[in-house]
């Protein structure tokens, strides 16, 4: 399963004792297993695109990280999988 999760920073975790905290344990833990691709957005907050069966792996990156971030995540499609679907609904 393909997931988008969309993170923004905690208006409470916006300190640089804050961002150093959430970059220490970032760096102990690395990417979300399955990570295929992570973009940071200025200004705070980013986008992780994950590829990952067990929905449990998802839900314990997002509560490791709960004190600073929140989250968005979403089940996504390819387009390639999606476009199939769309067309078929159509006819």
Do not use: C
Not at 9 to 28: C, I, N, P, Q, Y
Not at 53 to 62: C, G, L, N, R, T
């Amino acid at each position: 399963m393909l997931y988008a999760i969309h993170y923004t920073t905690r208006a409470s975790a916006g300190t640089k004792a804050d961002t150093a905290a959430l970059m220490e344990v970032f760096g102990e833990r690395g990417e979300v297993p399955g990570s295929i691709a992570h973009y940071v957005y200025p200004g705070g907050g980013g986008v992780v695109m994950v590829e990952q069966d067990d929905p449990k792996v998802i839900y314990e990156a997002a509560t490791a990280y709960a004190e600073w971030l929140d989250f968005d995540i979403k089940p996504a499609l390819t387009i390639d999988d999606a476009v199939p679907i769309i067309l078929a609904n159509l006819a």
